[in-house]
């Protein structure tokens, strides 16, 4: 196999980051450096996904790489110094202390930078990765296709429809003890492996199960259909007839079967959302422009983003549909007419309680036929949100923001929330992943100060304002928002907080994929945070979470643990397999 000679390396040290020689080539002025104690097996995009995953980074400050298989070393070429300053400085601060046996070394021989391969952003490795899917989805057999149709949209939108509500709940509450199960089977494996220690705090139960699972909030029963008030609707066709249809995905995305069918008997969503489907589907159908299709990335039409709220009876909807060349000038200005009228018009509002308050479209190029927030939005009539109640609290909801979908179940959790958390004026909440600020907002009454923080500006403007909008029964003054990433916002807030000597209560409702592992080091290590509230859609991940938060105390994890002292489960997604898991967390001292 061929490979590429070590090179004449100078090491660099760590603990003199400030003495660093820096080996810029003056002929070519290029900047390289060499890795050492890279996985063989590795080539370069393995090592690329490699930092990025486990260093959660969103692109890498590098301009190339080489590294070849069979190789325990990889060379960076940085586009200036700057970058190769950046670089040196992550490395030393986040990637070495967890791969000591990686070094950094300098490179004292010219290279040819033209046998270095780009490293792309993670955008871009998204985009490729998406396009190798659709590549291989061309060779799909009739058979195939026949097989995955006889799936139904609702068998897989709501695989529980056709079970009582009942057996619907006792079949969440074993999947919660299952998922306890596991963080019991990982702490052996671990204790095994790893060298953990059997936290001091853990309960000898014959469940193993770290805590107890005390109870599954249910949803009222008026409340059991047409409870969601966000529905994304994907505009496709049909297979069946191959008509145009807003509706819910069918078949398989992996071998490239997208198909689309009819949203009526899908029992989470509202008539009046069907209705709005039915509506844009009139409005593609008289068009004859054709929706977006993922194969050819080519089509105009992709999605209809409904919300409504069942207090206030108004609704948001965005249409979203391909940024590119996909319409002409006047074809745009017709089509955003006619959904004015059909949305608008007044003869539309007198047939229905409820009020179309924010109209938009959003153009978006996503190869996935989604959409984002820094996509382009206009807006067509109203403003650019709408308006949902939670107890008394009103609470502005722009497009892009998450609110709560169930708000019946919703607040039976924020009143658990607020039991557990026994928040009086001496307490600071941190309301981690704050969204439009729900959370914090309606547990500020009692306390001395709110501080809330979520990645999406959008939803931080709305938490302002929500704030605002609620000011005859909450002190503004109490309330702080900010827009960033929780993992570099947070260190630095839990320390201001500490410094005033209050007692702090955290509140973590993270996305799917659980916390950042900075976010949960700065909860561990937080003086004053000895309850904490961790909610979650995604029991597996939060599991893997409770680790860092609760395995016994180590040199790596120097501050002493949580204490888990009961889950609760809440049924935020009726007919769903889906349930949110609530683990109310106190610090255990020895
Ligand atoms: C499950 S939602 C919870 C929202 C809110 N607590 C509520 O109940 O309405 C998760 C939130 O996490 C935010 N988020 C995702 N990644 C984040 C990050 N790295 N830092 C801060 N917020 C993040 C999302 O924008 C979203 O608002």
């Known amino acids: 196999m061929e490979s590429i000679q070590q090179p004449e390396v100078i090491q660099i040290k760590p603990e003199e980051p400030n003495q660093i020689v820096q080996s810029e080539s003056k002929h070519f002025k290029e900047y390289y450096l060499c890795l050492t104690g890279a996985q063989p097996h590795m080539i370069e995009k393995d090592l690329v996904k490699f930092f990025m995953k486990n260093f959660n980074l969103e692109d890498l400050p590098l301009k190339g790489i080489m590294k070849k298989r069979g190789n325990n070393f990889a060379f960076f070429l940085f586009q200036d110094q700057e970058q190769m300053t950046k670089f040196k400085e992550l490395f030393l601060c986040e990637i070495m202390p967890k791969m000591p046996k990686m070094r950094l070394k300098e490179v004292s021989k010219k290279m040819n930078a033209r046998e270095f391969r780009p490293v792309k952003d993670r955008e871009e490795m998204k985009e490729e990765s998406e396009r190798k899917k659709e590549k291989q989805m061309q060779n799909v057999t009739k058979e195939e296709i026949e097989e995955e149709m006889k799936i139904s949209v609702e068998d897989r939108v709501t695989p529980y429809h056709n079970l009582e509500y009942k057996d619907q709940i006792k079949k969440k509450e074993q999947q919660l003890i299952d998922v306890l199960r596991s963080f019991d089977e990982q702490l052996k494996k671990d204790i095994k492996k790893n060298n953990e220690v059997k936290p001091k705090w853990y309960p000898e139960t014959e469940q193993n199960i770290p805590c107890p699972l005390s109870e599954i909030i249910e949803c009222d029963e008026d409340y059991i259909n047409e409870y969601r008030n966000k529905v994304e609707f994907t505009v496709g066709r049909r297979y069946e007839d191959n008509e145009i249809c807003v509706g819910f995905n069918k078949g398989n995305m992996n071998k490239g079967i997208l198909y689309v069918d009819y949203p009526d008997t899908i029992k989470p969503i509202s008539k009046n959302s069907i209705r709005a489907a039915k509506q844009l589907e009139k409005i593609i159908k008289e068009s004859q422009i054709e929706p977006y299709d993922r194969k050819s ?98 609470f502005r909801v722009s497009p892009f923001a998450f609110f709560q979908v169930n708000t019946n179940v919703f607040e039976k959790m924020l009143r658990l929330i607020e039991y557990f958390t026994q928040i009086n004026e001496n307490t600071v909440v941190l ?17 001395r100060k709110v501080i809330g923080v979520d990645i999406v500006e959008s939803a931080i403007e709305n938490a302002k304002a929500n704030v605002q ?106 007919h769903t397999n889906h349930i949110e898991s609530i683990v109310l967390l106190e610090r255990f001292y020895d």
């Not at 959003?362 to 107890?391: A, C, H, M, P, W």
């Not at 309301?431 to 306390?447: E, N, R, V, Y």
């Not at 000011?471 to 003054?477: A, F, G, Q, S």
Request: hydrophobic share 30%; net charge neutral; proline share 4%.
């Open 431 to 447: 309301d981690i992943c704050c969204g439009t600020g729900a959370i914090g907002i309606c547990l500020s009454q009692k306390a």
């Open 297 to 394: 990335n080519q089509g105009y039409w992709r999605i209809l983003l409904y919300r409504e709220s069942k207090k206030t009876k108004q609704v948001l909807i965005c249409v979203v549909v391909s940024q590119e060349n996909q319409v002409n000038e006047e074809q745009q200005l017709e089509i955003e007419q006619k959904l004015k009228t059909e949305f608008l018009s007044s003869s539309e509002s007198s047939q229905n309680e409820y009020k179309t308050v924010s109209l938009s479209m959003i153009f978006s190029n996503e190869i996935s036929g989604g959409y984002k927030e820094t996509d382009r939005v206009k807006l067509l009539g109203g403003q650019d949100y709408y308006e949902e109640k939670l107890f008394d609290f009103n």
């Open 469 to 574: 909008l609620n000011k005859d029964v909450i002190n503004p003054d109490k309330c702080e928002y900010y827009a960033g990433r929780a993992e570099e916002v947070l260190p630095n807030l839990v320390k201001d907080q500490q410094a005033l000597g209050l007692q702090i209560i955290g509140i973590v409702d993270p996305p799917r994929s659980g916390l950042h592992k900075d976010v949960l080091k700065a909860l561990r290590t937080c003086k004053g945070l000895d309850r904490l509230v961790y909610v979650s859609c995604n029991p597996q991940s939060q599991m893997k979470d409770l680790q860092c938060l609760c395995y016994e105390t180590s040199k790596k994890r120097k501050a002493p643990p949580f204490k888990p002292l009961q889950c609760i489960g809440a049924d935020l997604f009726p």
